[in-house]
């Protein structure tokens, strides 16, 4: 046996065998160690592995945080029938609810920047959710201002059931109840850094949570946009921005900030090199990942891969952009 070898326990199984409901196909990722893409990167004793959240039925990883929420809605009496699924979403979320909604008919409206990719819109309104836009030039912060417009018009509370991702313990509660034990399980506990991009946050934040509970040495690190005027969709560069109530910034070891040139041209260089075709927030994962891991001398570091990239082919990221190694 190779004596440098990380110990990874066996692989998970993306989802049960069988399933009474596409609900249940959420969670149980797989994990990919990248070697193509971190060759003559980083040292040979380190380890670089991405968590394909693509895999979840939804897409993406936010299919975790969105059932969550909406089960701590039914739980709590707040969703009931006769009741609307709203929330300000980049996507990705919107996506899940969308999709959560319509398995379980409960009827969804998602406030959403005008500029998010057509696909996504595609795929949000094909689950027969209705999409309210925002300005784009306001970005996520803008679809969250005029969400609460829209539910200021129902004073009652009636109508509406908000998950709001951004303030919601349920959503890192997914990730500490899911991503973490997944990630810990998959690695036989070898896991010596956990890198995931902050937009809401909760996925650094519950999933990092569970991790330092089992270790408290594993090192948590946030990535972000590196300004505010960034083209990393769903990403947040928190300084500019509505900082969600989920975050807490002091429960990071370490916060790093990538460039949208920098990301993009990672995007290029995974699916040359890895065969995988993800959107630019895992480009900005992997950028930062690849910043702790060259540092190591040995480690297991774990990054997450938010979703696939096919959601993003009519944005800028594969037309039109012109940063280096960008295709024009």
Known sequence: MDQN?????????PGPVRAPNVLDLIGRTPLLQLTRVTKG????????????EGFN???SVKDRP?????????????????????????GNTGIALAMIGAALRYP???????????ERKKVIA???????YSDPLEGSDGAIRLCRRILADDPEGTRYFKPDQY?????????????????????AGSITHFVAAIGT?????????????RRADIQIVAVEPDDAWHGLEGLKHMASSIVPGIYHEDRLDRKISVSTEAAYDMVYRIAETEGLLVGQSSGAALVGALAVARELDEGTVVLIFCDWGERYLSTRLWTGWTGDGGRA
């Open 5 to 13: 070898a990380v110990p990874v326990a066996p692989a998970v199984t």
């Open 41 to 52: 990167i980083v040292p040979e004793r380190v380890r670089v592995f991405a968590k394909l």
């Open 57 to 59: 039925p939804g897409g």
């Open 66 to 90: 969105a059932l969550r929420m909406i089960q701590e809605g039914l739980r709590r009496g707040a969703l009931r029938p006769g009741r609307t699924i709203i929330d300000s979403t980049s």
């Open 108 to 118: 969804v409206e998602l406030v959403m920047p005008s500029n998010v990719s057509t």
């Open 126 to 132: 094909a689950y027969g959710a209705k999409i309210i």
């Open 167 to 187: 303030n919601n313990e349920a959503n890192p509660l997914a990730h500490y109840e899911s991503t973490g034990p997944e990630i810990w399980r998959q690695t």
């Open 201 to 213: 946050s909760g996925t650094v934040m519950g999933t990092g949570r569970y991790l330092k509970e």
